[in-house]
């Protein structure tokens, strides 16, 4: 792999056999959710990006620098910690939206979110479906 080269790629590894691999019990079902959630909102299939992104869709982004690359278009990580969401956020009433989310904290392009109950579920849902909009339409 080349110095500039992205590390996170899809890997071909089966994404449900990973899943159930989640040693915490909530956040194994939240991921199973996510993963209906995703797949419904994006009509694609998961596929494990790197160690442990489960993600949906793709786009090929250029940075100024001229580094270039190819990544997920959405998609979540069940971390030890958290649910790592990946939500760019481009999309209009983003700050809205997670005023009436529920306890998160935010990344530069992560939600983060203890487990799916301490949050509105339609209103993550509505986030996911404008950023995918968002994304698609500024990459595709």
């Known amino acids: 792999m080349s110095k500039g080269e992205n590390k996170t790629k899809p890997t071909g ?3 449900i056999a990973w ?4 040693d915490n019990e909530t956040r194994r079902k939240d991921a199973f959710t996510l993963l209906k959630v995703m797949q419904r909102i ?5 596929v494990l990006w790197g160690p442990s992104i489960v993600g949906f869709d793709q786009y090929h982004y250029t940075y100024d620098s001229g580094r270039e690359g190819d990544m997920c278009l959405t998609g979540f990580s069940p971390r030890k910690g958290n649910l790592a969401i990946y939500i760019m956020g481009g999309f209009e009433g983003r700050d809205e939206m997670l005023e009436r989310l529920g306890k998160h904290k935010t ?3 992560c939600l983060y979110v203890n ?6 579920m339609a209103v993550l849902e509505e986030m996911i479906e404008k950023d995918v909009a968002y994304m698609r339409e ?3």
């Not at 899943?19 to 989640?22: N, T």
């Not at 994006?42 to 998961?46: A, Y």
């Not at 487990?115 to 509105?120: A, E, G, R």
């Open 107 to 109: 990344g530069k392009s």
């Open 19 to 22: 899943l159930e691999g989640v």
């Open 42 to 46: 994006t009509g694609c299939e998961p």
């Open 115 to 120: 487990k799916l109950s301490d949050i509105d």
């Open 138 to 140: 500024k990459y595709h």
């Open 13 to 15: 590894d089966d994404v």
